[in-house]
């Protein structure tokens, strides 16, 4: 990435299949930005989860450090 724009997604995937997408969009020359989702699912045991960040040539970054804040995921079971 070129750090110039920011423009990223990331899609939470259940099985291969994409559940929900979230996409942060800067128009500022080395600005910052920040998304959030939920996304409700039914689960089963055994389902598999992973996070897939889009690739796209000379865009934005994901920071995760004491500086710029940290990067976080997490779930809840409601039964």
Same mark, same amino acid.
């Given at each position: 990435s070129n750090s110039q724009y920011g423009e990223i997604n990331a899609?939470?995937?259940q099985n291969g299949a994409v559940k929900g997408v979230i =996409?942060? !969009?800067t128009e500022t020359k080395y600005d910052m930005d920040t998304a959030t989702a939920f996304v409700v699912l039914e689960t089963k =045991?055994? !389902?598999?989860?992973?996070?897939?960040?889009?690739e796209w040539d000379g865009q934005g970054d994901i920071y995760s450090n004491n500086s710029n804040g940290r990067?976080?995921?997490s779930g809840f079971r409601v039964s």
């Open positions: 899609a939470l995937m =996409v942060a !969009d =045991v055994g !389902d598999q989860f992973q996070i897939a960040v889009s990067t976080s995921f």
